[in-house]
Nanobody
Framework: QVQLVESGGGLVQPGGSLRLSCAASGSIANRYRMGWFRQAPGKQRELVAIIQPGGSTNYAEYVKGRFILSRDDTKNTLYLQMNSLNPEDTAVYYC???????????WGKGTLVTVSS
């Protein structure tokens, strides 16, 4: 069982930055694919970025060049550095952990990011 707790959301002006954190219970290094998804009001949940167990990353086109995903295995924590935020980035951001051998998926409760002037 993996528990995920997100933090770092809040209100930011357009063009600003935020860093989200996702603390995972237990050791996840090299065993789970980790990632961030988001869900805006009235829309489906969508992928933001993922990092494979081996460390390679993939980003959705709409965040490429603005968001940076990283992982600190010593702290069992996933980060999402979000720069050049715009109102379309407003959403609840969810941390995700996926275990390929068992196909188990875990979600955090989410953290709200609001981009508004």
């Amino acid at each position: 069982q993996v528990q995920l707790v997100e933090s770092g959301g809040g209100l930011v002006q357009p063009g600003g930055s935020l860093r989200l954190s996702c603390a995972a219970s237990g050791s996840i290094a090299n065993r789970y694919r980790m990632g961030w998804f988001r869900q805006a009001p009235g829309k489906q949940r969508e992928l933001v970025a993922i990092i494979q167990p081996g460390g390679s990353t993939n980003y959705a086109e709409y965040v490429k060049g603005r968001f940076i995903l990283s992982r600190d295995d010593t702290k069992n924590t996933l980060y999402l550095q979000m720069n050049s935020l715009n109102p379309e980035d407003t959403a609840v951001y969810y941390c995700n952990a996926y275990h390929p051998p068992t196909e188990r998926t875990y979600w955090g409760k989410g953290t709200l990011v609001t981009v508004s002037s």
